[in-house]
T-cell receptor, first 114, second 112 residues
Framework: DSGVTQTPKHLITATGQRVTLRCSPR?????VYWYQQSLDQGLQFLIQ???????AKGNILERFSAQQFPDLHSELNLSSLELGDSALYFC?????????????FGPGTRLTVT | SQQGEEDPQALSIQEGENATMNCSYK?????LQWYRQNSGRGLVHLIL?????REKHSGRLRVTLDTSKKSSSLLITASRAADTASYFC????????????FGKGNQVVVIP
């Protein structure tokens, strides 16, 4: 158990809908990272927050947004969903903001868009 | 293209044998990490090797790093059925806006 929790574990929704994925980092970790994993694209970094502020952006679509709250939990919002958004979404956390440090991954949320 | 590209292989070995997988990258790095992922689950950090290190051990794991060739290898000795997983390397090279770039992974199956 990494100490990172994600909810829900599974999500099935229809195209055009909007969903929110939630992540709680390990106790004491200030950074939260979001990743998308699909068979064709592999593991893609989406976005990072550090202590409530956006720190780095990766391959995140404009239809996606995220935020980190004062209690350090984070939410990833996916809107106008398309079939191609079906994937595993992982949250990871780390203590600091150092580039390339060890990250602790949650169990993921499997999103299926029908 | 993506940093941290493993050799695209699916490895099937007998329990007790050694498993080796490779990773190459394109730009300078500060460190390289290896992660393991069991089917459909979160990634688990295995080992981190810094750019000034050539070899590192952790239990049955041995990682080498050759910065001149921009490559790394992960060796799992005396494999066990529980080692069946996908293994990813990840580099911290700044590529676009990515903070940590993962390769596509090597699938290893250890047959009991």
């Amino acid at each position: 158990d990494s100490g990172v929790t994600q909810t829900p574990k599974h999500l099935i929704t229809a195209t055009g809908q909007r969903v929110t994925l939630r992540c709680s980092p390990r106790s004491g970790d200030l950074s939260v990272y979001w990743y998308q994993q699909s068979l064709d694209q592999g593991l893609q970094f989406l976005i990072q927050y550090y202590n409530g502020e956006e720190r780095a952006k990766g391959n995140i679509l404009e239809r996606f947004s995220a935020q980190q709250f004062p209690d350090l939990h984070s939410e990833l919002n996916l809107s106008s969903l398309e079939l191609g958004d079906s994937a595993l979404y992982f949250c990871a956390s780390s203590v600091g903001d150092s580039l390339g440090g060890e990250q602790y991954f949650g169990p993921g949320t499997r999103l299926t868009v029908t | 293209s993506q940093q941290g590209e493993e050799d695209p292989q699916a490895l099937s070995i007998q329990e007790g044998e050694n498993a080796t997988m490779n990773c190459s990258y394109k730009t300078s790095i500060n460190n390289l990490q290896w992660y393991r992922q069991n089917s459909g689950r979160g990634l688990v950090h295995l080992i981190l090797i810094r750019s000034n290190e050539r070899e590192k051990h952790s239990g049955r794991l041995r990682v080498t790093l050759d910065t001149s060739k921009k490559s790394s290898s992960l060796l799992i000795t005396a494999s066990r059925a529980a080692d069946t997983a996908s293994y990813f390397c990840a580099t911290d090279a700044y590529y676009g806006n990515n903070r940590l770039a993962f390769g596509k992974g090597n699938q290893v199956v250890v047959i009991p």
